[in-house]
């Protein structure tokens, strides 16, 4: 079956570092994507990675191992702002995405 | 640039009724997607259309029926909506399927049946 693994709940200080991973498996893989979902709000397109290696995009950024089935997605300089739900999705076989439960970030001052 | 709407925002609706939710995207994109969402779950697809006069079936799509007689409207329709298709239900859209084009989500609708 397809599986994403990410974790239920992080908390983590204001102006820190947090890193949310995601394993996964799946019938094949065309990419990985980090979504945010702000409560009671639509999901929004973060980050896609399709290679290994990572990619930086201003405060956060997103690293992909293929061979692990392993993905992270580093948020730097955290703000209030970003107390929000992450979302791992995989591309698979099918051009179809199968997404994890999601990871509540929750920040404190 | 108004991107997706979906209607209405919520709605409480009795076991039995029939309900169309509705989605329109003004972006020209060729593919769109139903998803629902559920606590401890993540997003489920229920249907989506390649294009313009075609549908496929999702991972949950029982229940749901969906129609696209053009580019902007998606609707989803519940014929006869029981308590397990409590959810809040998200429409989406990319340029393109069969490639890793992004989706674009609308606001979702909060959807309660009793």
């Known amino acids: 079956g397809q599986n994403i693994d990410q974790p239920t709940e992080m908390t983590a200080t204001e102006g820190a570092i947090v890193q949310i991973n995601c394993t996964y498996q799946t019938s094949g893989f065309n990419g990985l994507f980090w979504y945010q979902q702000h409560a009671g709000e639509a999901p929004t397109f973060l980050s896609y990675n399709v290679l290994d290696g990572l990619e930086e995009k201003g405060r956060f950024s997103s690293f992909l191992s293929r061979s692990k089935g392993y993905s992270y997605l580093l948020l730097k300089e955290l ?3 970003d107390s929000a739900s992450y979302l791992c999705a995989v591309m698979d ?3 179809q995405l199968i997404w994890g439960a999601g990871t509540k970030l929750i920040i404190k001052p | ?5 979906q209607a209405p925002t919520s709605q409480i609706l009795a076991a039995g009724r029939r309900m169309t939710l509705r989605c329109t995207q003004d972006m020209r994109h060729n593919a769109m997607y139903w998803y ?3 606590l401890g779950l993540g997003l489920r697809l229920i249907h989506y259309s390649n294009t313009a006069g075609t549908t496929g079936k999702g991972e949950v799509p029982d229940g749901y029926s969906v129609s696209r007689a053009n580019t902007d409207d998606f609707p989803l329709t519940l014929a006869s909506a029981v308590p397990s298709q409590t ?3 998200f429409c989406a859209s990319s340029e393109s399927s069969g490639t890793t084009d992004t989706q674009y989500f609308g606001p979702g609708t909060r959807l309660t049946v009793l």
């Open chain 1, 79 to 81: 703000q209030m702002k």
């Open chain 1, 93 to 95: 076989s099918n051009y």
């Open chain 2, 1 to 5: 640039i108004a991107g997706i709407t």
């Open chain 2, 36 to 38: 629902r969402q559920d």
């Open chain 2, 87 to 89: 959810s809040v239900y």
